[in-house]
C-alpha cells in the first residue's frame, strides 16, 4: 500500500502555497482565519478546565465511540438539522411530527471520529476489499479520490447535473456494470451531498431517494448491500440568498441554464425506509474550527460496528479534550451562535468573490455561484486546459495565483474523457482583499488566452 500511494494533491497544493510568501492561494479548502472563534473556544475551554473534577476526564483518553454526551448532542443537533428543514437555521418547528423513525438520530448509532474524513476512510476501509468498486460524482473530493487510489480501489464516475446526480447516468453506469458482471465489485456510492466540493451543487432530497431507490433494485444481482455514503461536511455552511429576503441572484453566467439551486435538503437518512443503508458523515470543523478536529458519523449495523472496530484500532477515540470542547460550544450555544455568525461572513466573501470574477474574468468563462460551502466553479472554453500541466495553470503560478485544476476532481475512470478545462476556486481562506486582487491576477491570466 506503501508503495501504491502517490503523493495526494493536497500536499503539493499546500506547499505551492506556503513555500511563495506572494502567492494568493484561492486553492486552499481552509476556512476563514479573521472568523476562528478564538474567544469563544477559550470561554468553553475554561469550562472544561474550571477544576478538576470537569477538566481531568478531558485530558484523559476516552471511549472509542465518543463521549457519551458528545454523542447525544450531536444525534439531537442533527435530527434538528433534518427535521427543521433547513441546513441554516435552527428550526422553529421542533414539536413537528416526523415521518422517520426516532432510532435513526440514537446516539447508539453516532460515531466521533478525528474530523469527517477519519470517518471516509474508516467506512470506506471497512466496507471495500482491493479491487472493488465506488461509486462517484463526477467531479468529486479530491482527497476521497486519494483515499481510493492508495486502497486499490476502482472508482466509477456518475455525471453530475445542477441539483445533484444524474440519474438516469446512475442507472446506466449500474446496468453496464451488472452486464460485466461487475456489480459484486460495487460497494458504496459516495456523494458530498451539500455545496460540493469542488462544484457546489446541492444534491435534491428526491435525487437522494432515486439514488437509494437504484442502488436497492441493483442489490439482488450485487449480492449484498450497497450503501450510500453521504457526505455533508459543508451543510452548515449555508448562505442561501432567498432565506435572507433578497432576490435569488443569478447562478450561471455566460453558460447553460439550470435549474433552481435547492440548498435545504434533508439528509438522506430521512428517506423513508433506507436508513439502513445511509452511512452519514457530518463534521463540526467547517462550521466551528477547522483546527478541533471532531466529525461524526450515524451508521447502521452491521457497518457501525466494524467501523468501531477499526477505530479502536486507529486510535482507540477522538482527542477527548476537543470532544469537551464541542460538549460545551454545543450544550452553551456558542456552537449555534457562530455557525449563525459564518453565514454572513461567508455570504459577503462570496459576495466579494462574484464581483471580481463579474469584473475580471473574461465573458466566455462560464461559472457557478454557490449558495454555501466555500467554492466558485469556474469552466474555460472547452479548448483551454486548466489542469497542473497546462499553460494557464503555469502562468497563474507566474502571476502569484494559485486555484485547484478541476482535473483532480475527476476519478481516473476510462468510461469517459477527463475534463480539463475547469477550476476550483475558494473565498474560504484568502481575506477579502486577497480575493479582490487574487481573481484579478486570475482574469490577467485568462485574458491573455482567450
Ligand atoms: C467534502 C469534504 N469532506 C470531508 C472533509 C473533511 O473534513 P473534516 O475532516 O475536517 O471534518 C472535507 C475537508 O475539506 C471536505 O471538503
Known sequence: MGQRTTEPPISWLMHAALSRPKLISLAAGFTDNASLPVAEARTALNQVLRSPKTGQPALQYGITAGDTTLRQLTAEHLRKLDLGGTPCRRPKNQGRRHAVPPEIYSPERLLIASGSQQLLYMTTEALCDEDDIVLVEDPTYFVYLSILQSRGLRARAVRLERDGLDLAHLEKVLTSLKRRGELPRVKMLYLVSYFQNPTGVTTSFEKKRGILRLLKKFERAAGHPIYLLEDA?????????????????????????????????????????????????GTFTKPFATGARVGYGVLPEPVFTAVKHIKGNHDFGTANLLQQLFVRALASGIYGRHVARLEKRYAHKARVMKLAIKKHFPRVVEWWEPEGGLYFWARLPRGLQSGVKSKVFSAALKNDVLYVPGEICYADDATRRKPNHEMRISFGN????????????????LGRFL
Not at 430 to 445: F, N, T, Y
Request: charged letters at 30%; a positive charge.
Open 233 to 281: 461536511a459543508y451543510r452548515e455552511l449555508c448562505f442561501c440568498p432567498e432565506m435572507k429576503g433578497r432576490d435569488a441572484l443569478p447562478r450561471v453566467q455566460a453558460g447553460q441554464q439550470i435549474g433552481p439551486v435547492i440548498a435545504r435538503e434533508k439528509s438522506a437518512l430521512m428517506v423513508r425506509g433506507a436508513a439502513d443503508r445511509v452511512i452519514y458523515a
Open 430 to 445: 484568502a481575506s477579502e482583499k486577497d480575493i479582490r486582487e487574487g481573481i484579478k491576477r486570475l482574469g490577467k491570466v
